[in-house]
């Protein structure tokens, strides 16, 4: 499992894996939002003991006044919001009520799963969405049908390869992707990451006053 990083500022997002980790960097960089930091929690099981211990850490009650959670619905949007709910639980922490609602505490708790709207997919289903309808988009369609959709395990992230592979800097990885440049994070399929990223920033000076920490 991957241990937290030395805390350092008062947001937090935590987020699943290295794409979304350099994905969302990127994104906030975008948007010029400072004052958060960005921990790696590594895969879906792997949450439950990050969490423990991120809230173990010495500097974890001083500093920390908002917390963010990002991971992927995969097939089930509300089987991972109620999963990220047990984390929270297990770690003595805010638990949020609905996806994207912060739940009043010390520190303020927000979830993200994406791609958002309690629909099934991940970050990948936003970034197909976000070149949706690109002459490049139509090519891949031929391309999916010269081969056995059947053996395709996850259509987005096969969509999203196929049209990284058409790039000046072809690279497997949705946020090294970002990081160089390859997608429109203006595009309106990002709109839920943009909204919760903005609110998660906003504010931090104000959050420890939400309310204190039930444990």
Known sequence: MPRPDGITLPVQLVVEGNDQRNFLGKFMERMSLTGVQIQNFGGVTE????????ANE??????????????????NAEGAFESVQHSLRNAGLPIPERPEEFAKGQPAVS??????????GMLETLVCESFAG????????????????????????????????????????????AQQGQ??????AFDAVR????E?????QTAGTLGARSK
């Open 111 to 120: 979830v993200l799963i994406l791609p958002g709207g309690g629909r099934a």
């Open 183 to 188: 997608w429109d994070l203006d595009h309106p």
């Open 47 to 54: 949450l439950r003991a990050f969490l423990a211990a991120l």
């Open 134 to 177: 690109d002459p490049v988009d139509d090519c891949i369609d031929e391309f999916f049908e010269c081969i056995d959709k059947g053996s395709i395990r996850n259509p987005d992230k096969a969509r999203v390869f196929a049209y990284l592979t058409t790039t000046s800097g072809p690279h497997h990885s949705v946020g090294v992707a």
């Open 58 to 75: 010495p500097e974890f009650d001083d500093v920390v006044e908002r917390l963010g959670i990002v991971r992927d619905a995969e097939t």
């Open 195 to 198: 909204r919760f990223l903005d």
């Open 200 to 204: 998660l920033a906003s504010g931090a």
